[in-house]
Structures are given as C-alpha cells and as structure tokens.
C-alpha cells in the first residue's frame, strides 16, 4: 500500500464509524491523518488512536468556511493532502411522506453538499501538484433506492453523480476520484436507526446473501485499497461493499 506511506490523508467524520475505522486503517498504512469531525472530542479520541502525526481537526462539513479553515489547518501542521476521504454523513429513516423539508436540508447538506465543500478546498492544491486521491462515501441506497431513506439516497446518489464528473475532470492531473457504497454496516448510527425498528436489523441480514452486516474495517479495507498504487489506474468508479446485497 505504498501509496499512503508518508501521505496526508483528510477524513471527514471520522470520530465513530466507518470514518474512524478508515482513520485508523489509514495511519496504520503510514498516512498522517487529519481526523475531521464536527465532534471533537472523538475526533480527539480517534486521533490518539491513529497516534504516529495525525491530529484531530473540527469541521462542519456543511460550513465552507468550517471546512476551508479545517483543511488550512490540516496543511500547517500535516502538509499538503494527497488523500481526502468524503465519509461524513447522516440520516433519518422515515417514510418520504412523513418527512420534513428540515429534514430534507439536512441529509442533503450533511451528506451531499459536504462532499462538494471538501472537494472544493482540497482539490485545488491537488490540481497544483498534479496528485491526489479522493474517494467519497455514498450508499447502495443511492444504487437500488432504501425504503424510508428517499432524500438520503438522493443526496447519495448525488454523490456519485458528482464523483464521476469531477473524474472526468480532473484525469489529465493524475488524481483518482472514486465512490464506495456501504451496504448496511453494524455503525452506532446504524443502531440507533435499528432502536426505533428492532426488526430492521435482522431483516436486512437476512436480506444480505453473507448473512450478516458489514463491519467498519471492511468498509476500510476497500478505501485504503482506492487510495493505494494497486489502484492508480481506476477512477472514476463505484464499489459497493454489501455482502452481496447489490450486484452489479
């Protein structure tokens, strides 16, 4: 995995979760980790974990300016980012029609204009130096759609849209932007969603053909391989990580 050896690597949300299990996947390969979360004191948590230089960082993903300070302080005290991982994200399952447009605001500003605001600050600086790996996290509701989840699959699917366009974009300066797409992964976020359905849970383990929900380090595995040299001819694409539950 020499690609993150000696690299800065952005991962937003990376408090609890998959976030945190990338972190520490990513340190664990020689990154120097920018540990982003609107909460910092698991971000503060975390990058103890990841110890080596990683550091823990407060970002409001939904903020611009939160984000452009998080990513200026990211490059004092780390360097330039080579890597930045788009895992912050949230939701709320309800029936559509149930829903409020509060509601609506905040999944999409949460999961999908948070990749745009990353993406924006980091980009630049990439671009300059002719490298860089993003890979952002969406769903494999995006893919299939997820009953009680319709603004949440929009805004994930938002997300892929995004990622292969900015692809296209910006081949010619060597920097790979791919999609990964959890299927349900055994999260805190996810249980509490299952507190309020304690059926959820079994019945989509049933659902996936593994039998059983996806752990964080799984979903980790899969982004440090996009960021790693065994993948710097793939761009562009979307991986699901499901258990099977979605074939593509």
């Given at each position: ?86 895992n ?19 999944v ?13 600050a ?17 769903s ?27 692809a ?45 929900l ?35």
């Amino acid at each position: 995995m020499q690609r993150t050896d000696s690299s800065v690597a952005f991962v937003s949300g990376a408090g609890r979760g998959i976030g945190r299990a990338i972190a520490l996947k990513l340190a664990s390969a020689g990154a120097s980790v920018a540990v982003a979360d609107l909460d910092e004191r698991t971000a503060g948590e975390v990058a103890a974990e990841c110890g080596g230089r990683s550091v823990a960082i407060g970002a409001d993903v939904t903020d611009p300016a939160s984000v452009r300070a998080a990513i200026a302080q990211t490059e004092r005290v780390l360097g330039p980012i080579d890597i930045l991982v788009n895992n912050a994200g949230w939701d709320k399952m309800e029936p559509f029609l149930e829903s409020s447009e509060e509601t609506w605001a905040k999944v999409i500003a949460i999961n999908l204009t948070g990749v745009l605001n990353c993406t924006k600050a980091v980009l630049p600086g990439m671009v300059e130096r002719g490298s860089g790996r993003i890979v952002s996290i969406s769903s494999d509701a995006a893919r299939v759609g997820s009953s009680g989840e319709a603004v949440y699959a929009a805004a994930k699917a938002g997300v892929i849209a995004f990622s292969k366009t900015i692809a296209r974009e910006v081949a010619r300066h060597q920097i790979n932007v791919n999609v990964v797409c959890p299927g349900p992964t055994n999260t805190d976020l996810f249980q509490e969603i299952a507190s309020d359905n304690p059926r959820l849970a079994d019945a989509l383990k049933r659902a996936v053909p593994f039998g059983r929900l996806a752990e964080p380090d799984e979903i980790a595995d899969a982004v440090a391989f996009l960021v790693s040299d065994q993948a710097r001819f793939i761009t562009g694409q979307t991986l699901s990580v499901s258990g099977g539950l979605t074939m593509f």
